[in-house]
Every structure is written in C-alpha cells, then in structure tokens.
C-alpha cells in the first residue's frame, strides 16, 4: 500500500534527482536539420507514389486491352472453377477507363497553399483535392498529353492550361496546411482547410459549371 | 506545424532526453537527426501529439542506436573524461568534481532497464503517466510503480536520500 510516507519519499527523491541530472547533462549542442537526408527521404517517397500510381495505371491500362482482359477472365474463371469444381459463368470486372498522365510534380507545401487555375475549359474538367499523409504536395494531369504546364511558386502551384483542354487535375496536400485557395482565371478566391481523412474537394472547371461540391 | 518549426522547437529537450538515455552525446546528436528524417518519412497522424510521438520515436532509436553502437558506447564509458564539460568550471577541483558526478549519474542511469529509464526521464520531461504508458508500452498504472522503483534504485547509487544530498 502506498502511504503518504512514500509519496513524501518519492517526491523528495525525484526532486534531488532532477537537479543532479540538470548538473550533469551533456552541455546544448547547435543541432542541424538534416535537410539532405530529408529531401532524400521525401525523393523515396515521391517515387514510391510515382510507382504506385504507374503500376496502378498499368494494371487499368491492361485491362483494357481485349487480350489481357481476356486472360483476366480465364484466370478468374479457372480459380472459381477450382474452387468450386463447377462450370459457372464469371463477369470479369469492368475495366477502369484508362488514364493517362501526362505531368506531376512535387514540391515542399506553403502554409496556406495556392492553387491557381489559368482557365476554365470549355469541355470540361476537375480539379481534385485530396489528402495525404505526406509533408508535400503532389499535383498530376490525368486524361490529355500536354493539357497543361505544372508551374511551382512560392505560395504554391499554377495550372496553366488551355481553354481547349480536356484534362484533369489532382492535388494532394499534406493533412496538415491551415487553408487552400483555389482560384480559377481571376474569379473570387475559395478557400478550403485541409481535407480531413476521407474528404476531398473537387472543383469543376468546365465553363458553364457550378463551381464546388465537397465530397466524402 | 513545419518540419523546421517543429525542429527548432524541440531539438534541444530532444537532444537532452537523449543524452542522458543514452549516456552519449554524440549518439544522441544522431538520434535526434534520425528522428527528423523519421518525421519527414512517417509523421504522425495527430498533430496535436506531436511532442509524446517525437519523444516516443527518440526512446526507440535511442535503444536501437544504443543496441547497434555497444562497442562504442562500452569505450566511451570507460572513458569518463571524454563525457563534454556542460560549462567550464574556473576551479579545477569543481571541474574534476563535476565530471566525477556525471559519470555516477551515467552508471546508475545504465543500471536501470531500458523501460525504467524511458519512464525516469520522460516524467523528469514533464509527461503523463498515460503519455510515458504509450510511449514504452505499458499501462499507465504500472507506470508509477515502475517510476518508483527506478528512483529506488538511483537512490542508493546515487546517495538521494543522504540529508546532504542536493
């Protein structure tokens, strides 16, 4: 059983040893953000996400090929009948409509992020927020070759597209950023906060378009 | 919050908390700067924890340094002198009297288990009982029990219940 004894004790000791210990640490060092070791570490990381998303491009792009789908659906089949050891039909999933990027970047994210759009564009288009667990911000074109240039600045990213581009646009932003302005050809700004787990924000470019919707 | 605020924020309390953990500045000098590349790497889902993560990251490569470096650690023991002054003593006699202190304080801190120490200096850093239970995983009853007979155990090293003990 504890007493009040006991307490007494242990405040006593703790006290006595904080002050030995503060006699005795090590003297402050001026210690240096290893800033090259973490670009390296947030490089691995960019390319980890560039291979994911190439293998996942891949994978959809391949399934779109009659061959490859072909084989998919022999291979399902064939597990299900060894499964089950019956013939039974199997509807191969629905291929993914493929993707094509055709530009990303990364770059360290400013506190609140800028998102500039140059123009709305006359078939269309979205520009998708989504969070990461990440500390940058990555942006990739989906859809077009050559829709648009990535531009990386000081307060954040400029899209300068056409008006004639089909493209669309995902962002991913750190979990952390306070505020995202998004603003599209010199209308009013929109500011967003940073997209909790789940969310994500899809601004629609087309010219005639309402402008947001917030999804989850 | 920024990797650089968060760094000139907490690297010093780190850097602390590390060297006496480990008993050697120059080792706690590098596990502060692999726990910024962990942070940059794998930061923490709630921002709000940062601190008891960044401590809770500090113990684990703090231990696993310690485990991969025993060869050098054991030679830096064994050469108390070479611990770095924490100011420079005018007299001569304090100087010696100083080191001989801390290389007490580094041998009694080296009796305790890897948990009672973690336990021992992230109280003295001010946490939680429930914050040093997650950090060390254990429950955060134990964690005064734990507390109390790490202090037991310094005390008879370190004489803290002599009435003259400052």
């Known amino acids: 059983m504890t007493t009040f004894d006991d307490v007494e004790v242990v405040q006593r000791r703790a006290g006595r040893l904080s002050l030995l210990l503060a006699r005795t640490d090590a003297p402050p060092r001026p210690l240096v953000l290893p800033v090259a070791r973490i670009a390296r570490a947030e490089r691995r990381l960019a390319v980890r996400w560039r291979i994911a998303a190439a293998v996942a491009l891949l994978i959809a792009g391949a399934a779109g090929v009659p061959p490859v789908r072909a084989w998919i659906a022999d291979t399902v089949r064939a597990a299900w009948r060894s499964v089950t050891g019956r013939h039974q039909a199997v509807v191969p999933p629905a291929p993914a409509a493929p993707t094509v990027t055709t530009g990303a970047v990364s770059f360290a994210a400013p ?43 000081p307060e954040g990213l400029r899209i300068v597209n056409r008006r004639a581009s089909t493209a669309g646009y995902v962002i991913r932003v750190p979990a952390g950023l ?3 302005v998004v603003q599209v050809e ?31 | 919050m920024q990797l650089a605020e968060a760094f000139v924020r907490h690297q010093a309390e780190l850097f602390r908390y ?19 590349v962990r942070l940059a790497e794998r930061p923490p889902r709630d921002e709000t924890q940062l601190r008891a993560w960044l401590f809770r990251v500090t113990t684990t490569i703090a231990i696993d340094a310690q485990r991969s470096s025993r060869r050098r650690l054991s030679l830096v023991q064994a050469r108390a002198s070479s611990v770095p002054v924490a100011q420079a003593a005018p007299d001569p006699a304090e100087s010696v009297e100083r080191e001989e202190l801390r290389g007490r304080v580094r041998e009694a801190l080296a009796t305790l288990s890897e948990k009672e120490r973690a336990v021992l200096l992230m109280r003295e850093e001010g946490f939680a009982h429930r914050e040093i239970a997650e950090a060390v995983g254990t429950t955060t009853g134990s964690v005064g029990t734990m507390f109390a007979r790490a202090l037991e155990k310094l005390a008879r090293r370190l004489d803290l219940d002599a009435e003259d003990a400052r």
């Open chain 1, 111 to 153: 506190d609140p992020l800028t998102i500039r759009i140059a123009r709305r564009q006359t078939a269309g288009g979205t520009l998708t927020i989504e969070r990461t667990d990440g500390l940058s911000v990555s942006a990739a074109v989906t859809g077009e070759a050559n829709a648009a240039e990535l531009v990386v600045g």
């Open chain 2, 18 to 36: 590390a060297a006496r953990f480990t008993g050697d500045a120059d080792l706690a000098e590098d596990v502060v700067q692999d726990v910024f």
């Open chain 1, 178 to 180: 306070s505020r995202i």
């Open chain 1, 186 to 216: 010199q209308e009013r700004p929109r500011i967003f906060g940073s997209p909790a787990a789940g969310d994500r924000y899809v601004v629609d470019l087309g010219v005639r378009s309402a402008p947001v919707q917030a999804l989850k």
